[in-house]
């Protein structure tokens, strides 16, 4: 679980590098200034990068679910999806900038003309690139490329997130064509992850395990979450990560669990929740652990190993042929019987029990009760069933794994004990 979802209750720090709860105060500049990452090294030397070849695969899946799903093109914006089928990393602005795959010929950007340099530095498949001026309408160049490719008369889809205007502007310019979603063919291809891709969320992974490891012997009592925040980012940013987010919850803040505006400190004998995470060519981890400075109290100690229990079960469940939902069902099944809940009542598990992750840190399928989506070897998936308890604590324990033909595999080793949250 990230705070990602939640643009409200975040403060970018070191340069929009680190995304921090509501409840994180801004780190002291003296003490950021001071964090001392000598002792880190790059672990990013041996990845291997999304390349033409991978991509080239990607488009050939998804015209062939195009044909599959009746759809003669897809449209997308700059964002994930784009950066998936084309490798163009590029902003959403006033200005429209487009990808056009059709089922039959080559795919077309669709930019503004003194933007195309910009698009084509990372354009990384074999497309063609039309231009539209600042006096000219971009909707009537996507449907004059849709035209020349043959598919104006037929289904175009839209990928999710494309802003209304766009989808609109198409669907007036090309009264002959119906409009739907792109879904099945983007999450077609997008949910279930290449070797590729798993390779890249393992570096991850490892390399959030790895700056959780150095940060956790540095947190203080007195410290706030800022300043555990910015040791969690320097760290790695220095072992090749790309910090996406440092969600860091004190004491009472910890049972909710996207933070709380109130000011928290570290204290001893309190919970300690830390959800953070990083992306390796653009594919991220998710990883949370809850610890306490000090002896852990009893009632800390019970939910603490209560929670990895129902961790652990929602592992066991995820497997091949298994619908999604099945995966929450079975974590809050077993809190049920331990008096917590129901359903999403506190104290108990108030959020799903996991979300899709992969270019994105929340993509789609997730385990959530009535989700009917089978799962199939690739997919990948936070477990995070975490218990909370208003004006006291919480607890959240967060892996991600990927779906194997023979179960379900984790990037990062749950821990077995709360003293020994890292392993």
Same mark, same amino acid.
């Given at each position: 679980?990230?705070?990602?979802?939640?643009?409200?209750?975040?403060?970018?720090?070191?340069? #929009?590098?680190?995304?921090?709860?509501?409840?994180?105060?801004?780190?002291?500049?003296?003490?950021?200034?001071?964090?001392?990452?000598?002792?880190?090294?790059?672990?990013?030397?041996?990845?291997?990068?999304?390349?033409?070849?991978?991509?080239?695969?990607?488009?050939?899946?998804?015209?062939?679910?195009?044909?599959?799903?009746?759809?003669?093109?897809?449209?997308?914006?700059?964002?994930?999806?784009?950066?998936?089928?084309?490798?163009?990393?590029?902003?959403?602005?006033?200005?429209?900038?487009?990808?056009?795959?059709?089922?039959?010929?080559?795919?077309?950007?669709?930019?503004?003309?003194?933007?195309?340099?910009?698009?084509?530095?990372?354009?990384?498949?074999?497309?063609?690139?039309?231009?539209?001026?600042?006096?000219?309408?971009?909707?009537?160049?996507?449907?004059?490329?849709?035209?020349?490719?043959?598919?104006?008369?037929?289904?175009?889809?839209?990928?999710?997130?494309?802003?209304?205007?766009?989808? =609109?502007?198409?669907?007036?310019?090309?009264?002959?064509?119906?409009?739907?979603?792109?879904?099945?063919?983007?999450?077609?291809?997008?949910?279930?992850?290449?070797?590729?891709?798993?390779?890249?969320?393992?570096?991850?992974? =490892?390399?959030?395990?790895? !700056?959780?490891?150095?940060?956790?012997?540095?947190?203080?009592?007195?410290?706030?979450?800022?300043?555990?925040?910015?040791?969690?980012? !320097?760290?790695?940013?220095?072992?090749?990560?790309?910090?996406?987010?440092?969600?860091?919850?004190?004491?009472?803040?910890?049972?909710?669990?996207?933070?709380?505006?109130?000011?928290?400190?570290?204290?001893?004998?309190?919970?300690?929740?830390? =959800?953070?995470?990083?992306?390796?060519?653009?594919?991220?981890?998710?990883?949370?652990?809850?610890?306490?400075?000090?002896?852990?109290?009893?009632?800390?100690?019970?939910?603490? =190993?209560?929670?990895?229990?129902?961790?652990?079960?929602?592992?066991?469940?995820?497997?091949?042929?298994?619908?999604?939902? !099945?995966?929450?069902?079975? !974590?809050?099944?077993?809190?049920?019987?331990?008096?917590?809940?129901?359903?999403?009542?506190?104290?108990?598990?108030?959020?799903?029990? #996991?979300?899709?992750?992969?270019?994105?840190?929340?993509?789609?399928?997730?385990?959530?009760?009535?989700?009917?989506?089978?799962?199939?070897?690739?997919?990948?998936?936070?477990?995070?069933?975490?218990?909370?308890?208003?004006?006291?604590?919480?607890?959240?324990?967060?892996?991600?794994?990927?779906?194997?033909?023979?179960?379900?595999?984790?990037?990062?080793?749950?821990?077995?004990?709360?003293?020994?949250?890292?392993?």
């Amino acid at each position: 679980m990230t705070a990602i979802d939640f643009p409200i209750r975040r403060r970018a720090l070191l340069g #929009g590098a680190v995304l921090l709860g509501a409840s994180a105060l801004l780190p002291r500049t003296a003490f950021a200034a001071e964090i001392d990452t000598s002792d880190l090294s790059n672990m990013t030397g041996d990845i291997v990068r999304i390349g033409a070849a991978e991509r080239s695969r990607r488009l050939d899946r998804a015209r062939a679910l195009m044909t599959a799903n009746g759809l003669s093109a897809i449209i997308v914006e700059p964002g994930s999806t784009m950066v998936y089928f084309s490798g163009v990393e590029w902003r959403r602005t006033e200005r429209l900038t487009a990808l056009i795959i059709p089922a039959d010929g080559e795919a077309v950007v669709v930019t503004p003309f003194f933007e195309e340099p910009s698009v084509r530095e990372t354009l990384g498949i074999p497309a063609e690139v039309r231009v539209w001026q600042e006096d000219e309408d971009p909707i009537a160049v996507v449907a004059g490329a849709l035209r020349d490719r043959k598919a104006a008369g037929g289904a175009v889809g839209i990928e999710s997130t494309v802003r209304f205007f766009a989808s =609109d502007g198409v669907a007036r310019a090309l009264p002959a064509a119906r409009v739907v979603s792109a879904d099945p063919v983007v999450q077609g291809c997008r949910m279930v992850k290449t070797p590729a891709e798993l390779a890249l969320m393992q570096k991850a992974s =490892d390399i959030t395990v790895a !700056a959780y490891r150095w940060t956790w012997p540095k947190v203080r009592e007195g410290m706030g979450p800022g300043d555990i925040g910015a040791l969690m980012s !320097a760290a790695t940013a220095k072992l090749g990560g790309g910090p996406k987010f440092s969600l860091v919850l004190l004491g009472e803040a910890a049972a909710l669990p996207h933070g709380s505006g109130k000011p928290q400190m570290v204290r001893e004998g309190e919970v300690v929740l830390m =959800d953070c995470g990083c992306s390796v060519d653009g594919y991220q981890s998710d990883i949370s652990r809850t610890f306490v400075p000090g002896r852990a109290p009893d009632d800390v100690r019970r939910i603490w =190993d209560h929670v990895r229990k129902g961790q652990q079960i929602a592992f066991d469940t995820a497997k091949v042929g298994v619908p999604a939902g !099945a995966v929450d069902d079975a !974590a809050r099944a077993y809190y049920e019987t331990l008096g917590y809940g129901p359903r999403y009542r506190l104290p108990g598990l108030s959020h799903r029990t #996991g979300h899709g992750i992969g270019l994105d840190g929340h993509e789609p399928v997730n385990f959530v009760h009535g989700e009917k989506t089978m799962l199939a070897a690739g997919m990948c998936f936070s477990d995070e069933p975490g218990l909370y308890f208003p004006g006291r604590f919480g607890v959240r324990l967060e892996d991600c794994l990927h779906i194997t033909e023979s179960g379900a595999r984790w990037f990062s080793e749950p821990p077995s004990s709360i003293d020994r949250p890292f392993g």
